[in-house]
Each structure stands twice: as C-alpha cells, then as structure tokens.
T-cell receptor, first 109, second 115 residues
Framework: RKEVEQDPGPFNVPEGATVAFNCTYS??????FFWYRQDCRKEPKLLMS???SGNEDGRFTAQLNRASQYISLLIRDSKLSDSATYLC??????????FGAGTRLTVKP | EPEVTQTPSHQVTQMGQEVILRCVPISNHLYFYWYRQILGQKVEFLVS????????KSEIFDDQFSVERPDGSNFTLKIRSTKLEDSAMYFC?????????????FGQGTRLTVV
C-alpha cells in the first residue's frame, strides 16, 4: 500500500460546483495531516491543516478519519481560481512529511 | 510576508559534476527541509534538518547527497556526482516547529537539469 494515496483525477467541474477529494494513508502512527495546493510548475502552498474534529475555512472543509486512515477535502462553490493540483500530505513521524501524487482539479466557466 | 528563497532558479549541469543548491529559510524558523519533484511526479521528501544535524532522511537521500547550514542564514543541498535521474525541481522548506506540529513553507524551487 502506498504511503499516501489519492485519486489523481482529473476532476473537471463547472463553476459553482461542489467537489470532494479523498486520500488514504498507510502509517497508522501518522500524527499530522495537511492539504497543500500546487499550481503548475510552482511550489506547494498550504491550503489547510486537518484536525481530528474536522475543520472548515471558508469554502473548504477538511475531515480526518483516523480509524479508516482517510482524509478528505470538500470545496464548495468552486471558483476558476481553484483550478490546481491538491496534495494530501501526511507527517509520518517527527519531521518527515510524505506527499500524495495529487488530485488535479479544473474548474470551467 | 517572510518567504523561503532559493537560488538559482534554474541550474544546468553535466553528468558527474557537483552542484550546490542554496536556500535561505524564513529567519525565525528552526526546521529545514529539502524535497524534490521529478517532472510529472509527486513531491518527495529528501531530508529534514534541525539543530545543525539531520533529523530524518528518506531512502532517496543516499551518500551522494549532503546538507549543510554554513552560516546563520543559508541552508544548502549538495549533490556530489550528478546523474541524469537527478534532474528535478528541488524545493527547500522551513517551519518554526517540526512538521509533527505545524506546516512547512516552501521556496519557489530550483530546477536542476543534468545533461
């Protein structure tokens, strides 16, 4: 099983749509979880951390299910500017973050 | 807004040559990292560095790689004898605490091309 696994997509959605991304991780001892966003040929940038109780930041909602080793990201009311690759990131121990391959999202007018 | 800066933005080198990639982390950060991303592939962890020593390293970070913090501001990645397969984007990152507790902030990357 891969350390961090994501559906690569691509997801092509119209503006205003709601889209959800899923991610699973293999190391049950993982302690911190993040969603990063990466635009083409750019560096990854933090979108949001993922907390055990779930958390929301505007149109973005992240959930964590430790029992199933599963993380999700929900984007509501998609904007054209949301088009990017979304990276699921898991800190597997102390200072070792592992990235998923990313899910590509294109939001169309 | 403070940021991680990397130089050069693009480096071309001949196979077998040594390269040094340079990074200036955010000034009050204590943890430093190198990642790489081969074109079209995922971001891969190489190494983390704290208190002047390597904290963790991945299976990719073999003897041809080394890291150094030569002064109070720079953090470097050296590749001793480059191979064609070392061609990738190399990202430096830093964080105030370890990534067990907080996110990492990434520089814009150095694109390394080995010919």
């Amino acid at each position: 099983r891969k350390e961090v696994e994501q559906d690569p997509g691509p997801f092509n959605v119209p503006e205003g749509a709601t889209v959800a991304f899923n991610c699973t991780y293999s190391n049950s001892a993982s302690q911190s979880f993040f969603w990063y966003r990466q635009d083409c040929r750019k560096e990854p940038k933090l979108l949001m951390s993922v907390y055990s109780s779930g958390n929301e930041d505007g149109r973005f909602t992240a959930q964590l299910n430790r029992a199933s080793q599963y993380i999700s990201l929900l984007i509501r009311d998609s904007k054209l500017s949301d088009s990017a690759t979304y990276l699921c990131v898991v800190n597997i121990h102390n200072n070792d973050m592992r990235f998923g391959a990313g899910t590509r999202l294109t939001v169309k007018p | 807004e403070p940021e991680v800066t990397q130089t050069p933005s693009h480096q071309v080198t001949q196979m077998g040559q040594e390269v040094i990639l340079r990074c200036v982390p955010i000034s009050n950060h204590l943890y430093f990292y190198w990642y790489r991303q081969i074109l079209g592939q995922k971001v891969e962890f190489l190494v983390s560095f704290y208190n002047n020593e390597i904290s963790e390293k991945s299976e990719i970070f073999d003897d041809q790689f080394s890291v150094e913090r030569p002064d109070g501001s720079n953090f470097t990645l050296k590749i001793r004898s480059t191979k064609l397969e070392d061609s990738a984007m190399y990202f430096c990152a830093s964080s105030p605490l370890g990534t067990r507790n907080t996110e990492a902030f990434f520089g814009q990357g150095t694109r390394l091309t080995v010919v």
